[in-house]
């Protein structure tokens, strides 16, 4: 039973940093594509970064580009994504996610519904 577990959500003040980590357990994924969405109250889930094959290529929204960092430990079967220059408009539930297929460009890395397995969420606090 494959499961996906994040930690490491917070409050945090504005400017300051968190690291999410996400556990994978069941297979491994260092040969297939992990993400990291958020979805903020009232608002729909939404790409934040992404880590292809082998942390081959890595994907960001434009919103986290340059402050935020998708790392993969393979030993662990670990995605992490490092917060730094935190923004209120940062918050939201983090949610990590893992794809068994093999896609080509960032576009289907940013679409929720390419993933199959998605982790719990961790709650993710910006005060200003």
């Known amino acids: 039973q494959v499961q996906l577990v994040e930690s490491g959500g917070g409050l945090v003040q504005a400017g300051g940093s968190l690291r999410l980590s996400c556990a994978a357990s069941?297979?491994?994924?260092?040969?297939?594509?992990m993400g990291w969405f958020r979805q903020a109250p009232g608002k729909e889930r939404e790409f934040v970064a992404a880590s292809t094959w082998r942390g081959a290529n890595t994907y960001y929204a434009d919103s986290v580009k340059g402050r935020f960092t998708v790392s993969r430990e393979s030993t662990t079967n670990t995605v992490y994504l490092q917060m730094n220059s935190l923004k209120p408009e940062d918050t939201a539930v983090y949610y990590c996610?893992?794809?068994?297929?093999?896609?080509?460009?960032?576009?289907?890395?940013?679409?929720?519904?390419?993933?199959?397995?998605w982790g719990q969420g961790t709650q993710v606090t910006v005060s200003s």
């Open positions: 069941g297979r491994t994924f260092s040969n297939h594509g």
């Open positions: 996610a893992a794809t068994l297929k093999y896609y080509s460009g960032s576009y289907y890395y940013t679409r929720d519904d390419k993933y199959d397995y």
